[in-house]
């Protein structure tokens, strides 16, 4: 059976934008929900100034007694834990919790760039240096962000190769893996279709990662465009959290649950108990107060 990965990325991605506090003990519970359901890849939130971010702000002191639960067992050994680092100091931080894996951001446009890191995405590409450089010493592994990648909130349509440049320069960095990202989920089956054709002469699959958005109900199909050109890797967050709160109008991104749904009825394995994840976005929707955007509920499994 082929095998498709999730990057849960509810923790950072999706709280962010929540306006419902998650104090640390609830996103300890969660991480462990999430972990005990077989994903394999979680990010436990962002290494991001408190005042840039308030909820993010029990980040590192989270990181740390996930991997000591890791080291003693009570967290499943192969779970690999990350977090989003948006500039050096974070990426120190992050260090010094004892992260093996990191993440980073490159936006497609310049405005994109200033309103999210306050930074041109040349100054980026700087930091991106930096980090990876430091990483290789610590043997920490980078992953990126590639953000505005289909369109911009400020500047429209991105041309696919513009976005293929881009990312061929940040792979040269020796990043592990590129996670294109419609942050504010415009995107359709055929603009994947269209970004992937120059991003894979130069890029394998292999290193691709794809970041769908559901703000237009289109994502699921959009992931159907990815398996198709060979990405096998998807983010996702638990009962689909959260959006962007530098992109107006974004929504969260594609409900976990639903596209574990969608893969493991088309034969994908993906090692993830559906029902624990519809139980987490239960245990969520209490602790939050409100709804989350998840189709599937446990009537329907
Ligand atoms: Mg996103």
Known sequence: MPVAQIVEVGLRDGLQNETGELSL?????????LSVSGLKRIELGS??????IPQMQCV????KKVLLAQRKGSLPKNTIYSAFVPNQKGFEKAAQCGLQEISFFVSCTESFSQKNINMSIKDSLKVLNFICQKARSLKIKVRVYLSAAFACPYEGNVAPAKVARLADRIMQEGVFEL??????????????LSLMNPLLKKT?????ALHFHDT??????????????GV???DASIGGLGGCPYAPGASGNIATEDMVYMLEKMNFQTGVQISDLIKTTHYLEKKLNRTLPAKLRLRAI
Request: net charge positive; proline share 5%.
């Open 216 to 229: 237009r109900g289109m994502a699921l199909a959009n992931v159907l465009a990815g398996l198709e050109t």
């Open 25 to 33: 003990k609830d996103r300890y519970q969660l991480v462990k929900k």
């Open 60 to 63: 590192p002191e989270l990181t």
């Open 232 to 234: 096998k890797v998807f």
């Open 204 to 208: 394998p699959a292999s290193k691709i």
């Open 179 to 192: 996670s294109v990202s419609d942050t504010i989920g415009v995107a359709v089956y055929t603009d994947v």
């Open 47 to 52: 290494f991001v100034s408190p005042k840039a």
